[in-house]
């Protein structure tokens, strides 16, 4: 038992290093966003280029036909167009009409800037990241090719009062060869999605063909902050096609290959920790998905391989317009948390960002659970504490199997002693002999540990669903916990949970080996250090967890004992 206690134990130890390893790969610490959108009208870089593959496209007859598309920026910016809703504040360069800026009002950047709201799109060259989308067509210079057209607005401030439900900006641009192209974007209040829409007339006398291109480029630059223990966020790419619901196009793999993939439906997204951008096209027809790298330089024209400029993006079919005629074709663009009630309502499958990993069907039903009891408590801290007795309670009686096992082999270890000193070192003969002890006792060795080799799953999950959920993104607790999402600044929560695996410990059978014994006592000193700068919300569980442990243990190894001190007397 001795043995397969410490494999277990050990086991524990390997787990939780490789969830902090797992933590690492995945999760980048949070970094100092940028300032919030201005009115600047400097161009975000000069050598943005966002480039696709050849579009196969289907049209009405089902034939097939092949074009390029590109979306370039231009040399010189247009004019910003500012717009801001209750939930977000946008700069649209007319420029292309793309959106250059974008920063959330309902998620500061930290708790000690209320003011400063979390930036996602932005111009700096040195974190680039924007959102484009085009008519693209072959049919000469006078179309909005390439992203290049210079849209004219009726006003470059727009403000959602109070008392209004939606919000839209027109963006209007007309050729000379009487091409008139309305682009629309559609804000709803409370919403992160938001509506692109052309309106495209032909005025000329020769039919149109053109496809829309919607794209999400960024400068690799994942934020680093020194320091042993990281919380790392999966930073890059990711699409949504009909072969995969999820899949991660990471900058790596864009480095050595251009994506090529047509299907029905899907989404292409830009993801970070708590946050993503995602163009999602019309679900019924077909698109063309791609990516393209391209070689990153700094302001003084220095190239840094390691950074890069990635982009994701859609491609829709061909568009063709007679003369005369007017089309009007879509799409969405989310840019917000990773909330799933939110993704959902913008296309299928994009909850799946937020990545609960191999466990995810637990993990729902966790966070399920807590947010359930949120709305009850009102605090995030508590939803925690409360679903944690849940979970215990759930275990009770597998628990209690566990510490009964526990409490028969605590009883049997001046038994084993004796028999160890009986037979020396004749290893064959003892183990013969503790086994026709544990068999006359009717003790099981192995009790104490299934049990809780079942509730690792469960801990699993839930440690995903506490470092995915963007709800506990500065959610506070109580006294000195402001933040559920980062570590405790005075490591109050670890050091508790290190004391309770401490008695734990000691209300374990111990271990006839010296050796052995030392080794356990020495598990709450690792785990306490392994746990110092995970976030305070997972620490809590742990804490609470673990003491709720101790209290069972001690509870039915009490009761335990004053059955068999009955039978005694009785025999």
Not at 199 to 216: C, D, F, L, R
Not at 502 to 530: G, Y
Not at 547 to 560: D, F, G, K, Y
Request: with cysteine; hydrophobic share 40%; glycine share 6%.
């Amino acid at each position: 038992m001795d043995s397969k206690r410490i494999f277990l134990y050990a086991a524990l130890i390997i787990l939780g290093f490789a969830l902090w390893r797992a933590w690492q790969t995945d999760y980048p610490p949070q970094h100092t966003p940028l300032t919030s959108p201005t009115a600047s009208s400097q161009a975000a870089s000069d050598d943005v280029t966002t480039q696709g593959a050849s579009v196969t496209s289907k049209t009405a007859s089902g034939d097939t036909d092949g074009a390029k598309a590109a979306l370039t920026q231009s040399d010189k910016a247009g004019e910003l167009i500012q717009v801001h809703t209750d939930v977000l504040n946008i700069a649209i360069d007319t420029r292309g009409g793309r959106i250059v800026e974008a920063s959330l009002p309902k998620y500061p950047q930290a708790l000690d800037t209320p003011n400063k709201p979390y930036v996602l799109f932005n111009q700096d060259p040195n974190n680039l990241y924007l959102a484009k989308s085009a008519l693209v067509s072959q049919q000469g210079p006078d179309s909005p090719n390439n992203g290049q057209a210079l849209f004219k607005a009726e006003k470059t401030s727009y403000h959602m009062s109070p008392d209004e439900k939606q919000l839209v900006v027109n963006l209007h641009w007309q050729g000379q060869d009487g091409l008139d192209v309305v682009k629309s974007y559609t804000f709803e209040r409370g919403s992160y999605d938001i509506k692109v829409d052309y309106k495209v007339t032909n005025n000329s006398s020769k039919v149109w063909q053109g496809h829309t291109v919607n794209a999400i480029t960024r400068v690799n630059n994942p934020p680093t902050v020194p320091g042993m223990f990281q919380v790392h966020a999966y930073f890059g790419a990711s699409i949504s096609t009909a072969d995969k619901p999820y899949e991660k196009i990471k900058f790596k793999a864009m480095d050595e290959k251009n994506l090529s993939v047509n299907s029905q439906g899907g989404w292409a997204a830009m993801q970070e920790h708590y946050f993503l951008s995602a163009w999602a096209p019309n679900q019924d027809q077909e698109n063309h998905f791609f990516s393209h790298a391209k070689e990153y330089k700094d302001p003084n024209g220095n190239t840094d391989p390691s950074k890069n400029l990635y982009t994701i993006g859609v491609a829709g079919p061909q568009l063709t317009i007679q003369p005369g005629a007017t089309l009007t074709t879509g799409s969405q663009l989310y840019v917000g948390p990773e909330i799933a009630e939110y993704l959902n309502a913008v296309a299928p499958n994009l909850k799946l960002t937020i990545d609960y990993g191999w466990l995810w069907f637990i993990s729902q039903i966790i966070f399920w659970l807590m947010q359930k009891i949120y709305l009850v408590v009102g605090n995030w801290g508590w939803s925690i504490v409360l679903v944690t007795v849940l979970i215990k309670g759930l275990f009770y009686k597998l628990s209690a199997k566990s510490y009964k096992s526990m409490a028969n082999m605590r009883n049997l270890t001046p038994k084993i002693q004796a028999l160890k000193e009986r037979f020396g070192d004749d290893r064959e003969k003892l183990s013969r002999a503790t086994m026709e002890l544990y068999k006359k006792e009717k003790v099981n060795p192995l009790g104490g540990c299934l049990p809780i080799l079942v509730q690792i799953p469960v801990f699993i999950a839930l440690y995903w669903v506490l470092i995915e959920s963007v709800q506990l993104r500065q959610a506070p607790f109580i006294l000195w916990i402001h933040d559920l999402s980062v570590k405790d600044p005075y490591y109050i929560l670890p050091i508790l949970f290190g004391l309770t695996m401490l008695v734990q410990q000691k209300l374990n059978p111990p271990p006839p080996d010296p050796t052995q014994a030392k080794l356990m006592m020495f598990l709450p000193v690792m785990m306490t250090f392994i746990f110092l700068n995970f976030p305070a919300g997972l620490v809590l569980y742990m804490f609470v967890n673990s003491a709720m442990s101790v209290l069972q243990q001690w509870l039915i190894m009490r009761s335990h004992g004053k059955t068999v001190a009955k039978k005694c007397r009785a025999s």
